[in-house]
């Protein structure tokens, strides 16, 4: 796959099943950095570790917003 995302960052909700999973999988394999924020943490750290060094796992509860503000400082830090 191209590199089209190279450079970039995402932070995506729901990252550790389903629609959100296959985001991230999708983005990493195109270069891109991302965050998966979710609450399935068991599932959430087995994915970020599957994908390695482009991936990072931020436990989320989309409703606090702390927690989204976590995730995206979790973002920022790293990349």
């Known amino acids: 796959m191209s590199q089209r995302l190279e450079g970039k960052v995402a932070v995506i909700t729901g990252g550790a099943s389903g629609l959100g999973e296959a ?3 999708l983005f ?3 270069g891109a950095h991302v965050v998966i924020a979710d609450v399935q943490e068991e599932r959430g750290k087995g ?3 599957e994908l390695g060094r482009a991936a990072r796992f931020q436990p989320t509860n989309v409703t606090r917003e702390a927690e989204i503000a976590a995730a995206v400082d979790l973002a920022i830090d790293e990349w």
């Open 47 to 49: 994915l970020a570790a």
């Open 28 to 30: 990493v394999s195109a």
């Open 23 to 25: 985001s991230a999988r």
